[in-house]
């Protein structure tokens, strides 16, 4: 029998991988003017495998504003190899900058902590019947 070739698997990034947020410095008062517009906004982003927003899915880790209007969000993915994980990413900075007062939009994949299903909402849990 003739061995199967493996396919390389995108690993994640070290726990000390420089992030693309790291140098951003939040700014508290435009964090509060604009958090709740950039969180509806990152509601409208669904994981392709499952039926609801990243928002109550748990994945959006922090978000903050600096004082420039950039956003800077860390995020996770249900899973390190994630079909999604090229484009998930791009689609939350675009949601991010659909918001009036947002430059920019800057997002870090991080895996620590882990993604488990203890971070979805309530809501994410409805709507799966996860009840």
Known sequence: MKPVPMIPQEQPPAADATHETDHLVADPAKTGELREQVQQALKTVFDPE??????????????????????????????????????????????????????????????????????????ARLQLGMW
């Open 50 to 123: 499952i039926p609801v927003d990243i928002w109550e899915l748990g994945l959006i880790y922090d978000m903050f504003v600096t004082a420039e209007g950039v956003a800077a969000i860390k995020m996770t993915l249900t899973a390190p190899a994630c079909p999604a994980a090229q484009v998930l990413p791009g689609q939350v900075a675009d949601a991010a900058r659909t918001v009036p007062g947002i430059t920019d939009a800057k997002v870090d994949v991080v895996w620590e902590p882990a993604w488990s299903r203890d971070r979805m909402s309530d809501v």
